[in-house]
T-cell receptor
Framework: DTEVTQTPKHLVMGMTNKKSLKCEQH?????MYWYKQKAKKPPELMFV???????INESVPSRFSPECPNSSLLNLHLHALQPEDSALYLC??????????????FGQGTRLTVV | DAKTTQPTSMDCAEGRAANLPCNHS???????VYWYRQIHSQGPQYIIH???NNETNEMASLIITEDRKSSTLILPHATLRDTAVYYC?????????????FGQGTRLTINP
């Protein structure tokens, strides 16, 4: 199994709603990531988890709250979002290769629309 | 991390080799060169990576110059399904999580 599964695929939420994005991988990877991608732009790193602990927060607003309940799951809790937060949210996991370097696996993303 | 420079867009005919250049003149000795691609509306996909030597896998070849200041990704027989944005990324290989940061990439269009 070399998949990173993200749910839901699409989400529409109001500015006062609370919702969560979910990400799951069963490859045994101990590093997991959240990225945000606006249309026609490259993915932007938001958070990095290493061994279930938050290791990097790229100055993301507190209305985005990540959580890593175990080594296979990564959540992104959303609260009081703005329309400009509408984007494709990508989850990834990575493994250190014995020959050196990393290979990252990305999910297909959750397309979020904030209304 | 070393900065990379890639052409904004490229075209290639189907069945021909697609050669995508990347400049990384400030790369340091312990930094790897990675290539990912993103087909429209999908998550990025790992292609290949290398440190000093040329590398080849089932998807592509990576040619790194001797001074390591530039590299070329080669898709030997491009198909229409290779139309995508290709990202060249330079990163150190540390244990643990990796801060994989994407630049603007090259939009490659394969024409029939």
């Amino acid at each position: 199994d070399t998949e990173v599964t993200q749910t839901p695929k699409h989400l529409v939420m109001g500015m006062t709603n609370k919702k969560s994005l979910k990400c799951e991988q069963h490859m045994g990877h101990r590093a997991m990531y959240w990225y945000k991608q606006k249309a026609k732009k490259p993915p932007e790193l938001m958070f990095v988890y290493s061994y279930e602990k938050l290791s990097i927060n790229e100055s993301v607003p507190s209305r985005f709250s990540p959580e890593c309940p175990n080594s296979s799951l990564l959540n992104l809790h959303l609260h009081a979002l703005q329309p400009e937060d509408s984007a494709l949210y990508l989850c990834a996991s990575s493994q250190f290769k014995p020959t050196g370097g990393y290979e990252a696996f990305f999910g297909q993303g959750t397309r979020l629309t904030v209304v | 991390d070393a900065k990379t420079t890639q052409p904004t867009s490229m075209d290639c005919a189907e069945g021909r080799a697609a050669n995508l250049p990347c400049n990384h003149s400030t790369i340091s000795g312990n930094e790897y060169v990675y290539w990912y691609r993103q087909i429209h509306s999908q998550g990025p996909q790992y292609i290949i990576h290398g440190l000093k030597n040329n590398e080849t896998n089932e998807m592509a070849s990576l040619i790194i110059t001797e001074d390591r200041k530039s590299s070329t990704l080669i898709l030997p027989h491009a198909t229409l399904r290779d139309t995508a944005v290709y990202y060249c990324i330079v990163r150190t290989a540390l244990q643990g999580a990796q801060k994989l940061v994407f630049g603007q990439g090259t939009r490659l269009t394969i024409n029939p």
